[in-house]
């Protein structure tokens, strides 16, 4: 598995993988063997949040993208009487993992959302910072499809995402096509809810596009 360090670059790269899986929260499993992976643990500022390293894995395939997140915490702070049928709006109110990605290098205020909960929920949406109500981009549809596993012992939380890959990128598909991203999470809660970036955005708001860093598609030689 390769590795990037924190605060070292801003380009994620995703191995190509040629083989669909079902949704797999193991990060040992033999479909996540060859995976690349970041690590977020700073705040908004990129200050490090002790106890909140957190792994995302990433690889593709010829239809979508798939991430894992590996998630240390402290406390969960889970909604009531989850709902795992539909998405669920206002979802970053409670404990979530995200990605905000898109392929529009000159419009950088579109992009997309997708969060999910250690409980299994989701929300996706469009984003278009010029047109801001939320309720606009939430009826979007993505068919991502999320898993989530907690593991009270180890307190770490899995949530797993497959990306169909219409969803976000417009372009022909290809080794070497670069995304914009940035990964985060939400935990806890107040006053001690953390807020932790892949890369910081020098403000209290992960929609703040021009921190944002970059996925490149990759096939490695065997």
Not at 40 to 52: L, M, R, V
């Amino acid at each position: 598995m390769e590795s990037a360090s924190p605060g070292t670059s801003r380009q994620a790269i995703a191995n190509f993988i040629d083989r669909e899986s079902p949704p797999d929260t193991d990060p040992n499993s033999k479909f996540w063997t060859d995976a690349s992976r970041v690590i977020a643990e700073g705040d908004f500022y990129g200050n490090s949040i002790e106890g909140h390293r957190t792994e995302i894995l990433l690889q593709w395939t010829l239809q979508n993208l798939y991430l894992l997140f590996v998630c240390p915490y402290q406390e969960l702070n889970l909604k009531p009487n989850p709902n795992l049928t539909t998405e669920t709006y206002e979802l970053w109110d409670w404990d979530v993992a995200e990605v905000f990605i898109g392929d529009d290098f000159k419009n950088i205020r579109r992009y997309k959302e997708f969060e999910v909960s250690p409980q299994g929920e989701w929300v996706d949406l469009d984003v278009n910072l010029d047109n801001p109500p939320h309720e606009t981009g939430w009826v979007w549809q993505s068919g991502c499809e999320v898993a989530a596993r907690i593991d009270a012992p180890r307190k770490t939380w899995y949530g797993f995402m497959r990306i169909p890959w219409p969803a976000i990128d417009s372009r022909p598909l290809a080794a070497g096509n670069e995304l914009r991203i940035n990964f985060f999470r939400c935990q806890g809660s107040d006053p001690d809810r953390k807020y932790i970036a892949w890369q910081p955005v020098h403000r209290k708001s992960f929609h703040t596009p021009e921190s944002f860093g970059t996925l490149k598609l990759v096939v490695r030689a065997r």
